[in-house]
């Protein structure tokens, strides 16, 4: 069974930092993509980052030059440094795989961490 661990959420001032971490364990040949996402109260669910096995990344626009996405691929490990977090980034943050294991290529979602930016 291949799952997702995610960790790192809490509160935090703006202004602040957070790091998000994400591992996938199990049985995986390969990820092809690993990738963040939040939804707030009463929102859609929206992309905040991707990263593919070859190191391409992609960012919403709302957070382009304050979130960087890394991986750890020998480690099936994704990152989401978070700075300068603004109010408007809470949320609950969900990690997302693009992977082949077991036989099979599916997409696999994390249980989700809660971000809150507040003084």
């Known amino acids: 069974q291949v799952q997702l661990v995610e960790s790192g959420g809490g509160l935090v001032q703006p202004g602040g930092s957070l790091r998000l971490s994400c591992a996938a364990s199990?049985?995986?040949?390969?990820?092809?993509?690993m990738g963040w996402y939040r939804q707030a109260p009463g929102k859609q669910r929206e992309l905040v980052a991707t990263?593919?096995?070859?190191?391409?990344?992609n960012y919403a626009d709302s957070v382009k030059g304050r979130f960087t996405i890394s991986r750890e691929n020998a480690k099936n490990t994704v990152y989401l440094q978070m700075n300068s977090l603004k109010p408007e980034d809470t949320a609950v943050y969900y990690c997302?795989?693009?992977?082949?294991?077991?036989?099979?290529?599916?997409?696999?979602w994390g249980q989700g961490t809660q971000v809150t930016v507040s003084s």
């Open positions: 199990g049985s995986i040949d390969s990820i092809y993509a």
């Open positions: 990263a593919t096995s070859g190191s391409s990344t």
């Open positions: 997302n795989a693009d992977l082949h294991g077991a036989g099979a290529r599916f997409g696999l």
